[in-house]
């Protein structure tokens, strides 16, 4: 199944999207429990636009493994995909609860917070996340944006100088 696994990841990473739609599903009627490949067709979903299906693919991921950061980070963001705010940060908090040094997950919380217009608590996971994960400079930007939004100027331009260098 590996190989397998292998071959989808390629053709979706290769932009050759229908294809590894495809092999997913494939692999799904063989193995219809595998959070792997859920989590793989969500992204595919997600990356589609496809935000509700995207949701559903995920939302079934985490039904079988409650403990997987990236299918909820997923999911919190194809609500967000669906202006489902409230309900994106919901879903981003109980994972950064259960995989609190999952940098991407409070990279997600931190913007769904952002987008709820709640700034002081987005600077703050955008601030975890870019502290997690140095290299993360989509953290970095986004705490310089929030940072400057919320009227922090001189913070926002240190940020800002970080996201660079990460870059």
């Known amino acids: 199944m590996v190989a397998a696994i292998e071959a989808a990841l390629q053709l979706h990473r290769a932009g050759r999207l ?11 009627r063989l ?44 999911l919190s963001e194809a609500l967000l995909g669906q202006g489902l705010v409230e309900q994106a940060i919901l879903v981003a908090r109980e ?3 259960r995989s609190p040094a999952h940098a991407p997950l409070r990279f997600t919380l931190g913007g769904a917070l952002r987008r709820a217009g709640q700034l002081d608590a987005a600077i703050v996971e ?42």
Do not use: I, M, W
């Open 95 to 97: 994972g950064v609860e």
């Open 18 to 28: 229908l294809e590894a739609e495809r092999a997913y599903r494939d692999l799904l």
């Open 31 to 74: 193995h219809p429990d595998s959070p792997d490949v859920l989590h793989l067709l969500g992204a595919l979903q997600h990356q589609q636009r496809d935000f509700t299906a995207a949701a559903a693919t995920f939302s079934r991921v985490l039904a079988l493994k409650r403990d997987h950061p990236e299918a909820r980070r997923g």
């Open 126 to 167: 955008f601030a975890e996340a870019a502290r997690l994960q140095p290299g993360l400079a989509e953290a970095q930007g986004n705490l310089s944006a929030a940072r400057l939004a919320g009227g922090r100027p001189d913070e926002a331009e240190r940020a800002c100088t970080e996201a660079l260098r990460a870059r």
